[in-house]
């Protein structure tokens, strides 16, 4: 039974949560960094694109690969396996830019491999360890099963701080003389 029928029935009041639904559902794209799957809601994903020629930009953290021009847009492009300190993998033929919206602002994050769009019942959702292999629990909304696979659901918005989200912006805002790598 779906949460506005709940709603229109009377159950519960308009608006209110509703614990464990079984058929509440968020939509997701899965995707591989250092060997764990990952995941971030699919409303924040703009596109995916290919591994492209990224322009480095100066006086940026280091997680901050650079800038592409996508489309006449410019992105900042963030190398993901740097911002959660994971070791550093050559990219391959299924390295990818997974383009997100992050705090009014678009970003690219490169990983490793995407997998798939899926749903996961909002009820598979579990809060994270205190303690996770890999990256930082701050950083993770909840650990989810599906089938056989853990799925690290991502919180975009707590794996960057306010300062590097500034970041991020001015990489956004270039030198207008800037040649773009080709």
Known sequence: MSVQRIEAIGA???GAKVANAPDETIQLITFDLDGEEYAVEI?????IVMMTKIT???DCPDFIQGVVNLRGAVIPIIDMRKRFH???LDTTDATRIIIVDLARETIGMIVDRV???TKLPKNALNPPPPIFSGISSEYISGIGNLEDRMLILLDLEKA?????IDAIR??????PTMEWAA
Request: hydrophobic share 35%; charged share 45%.
């Open 56 to 58: 480095r930009m100066p």
């Open 160 to 164: 960057f701080d306010a300062k590097e």
């Open 43 to 47: 409303l924040k994903v703009k596109e």
């Open 170 to 175: 001015t990489a956004a805002e270039p030198d």
């Open 12 to 14: 519960v009041p308009r």
């Open 115 to 117: 997998n798939k769009v």
């Open 86 to 88: 994971l070791p550093k």
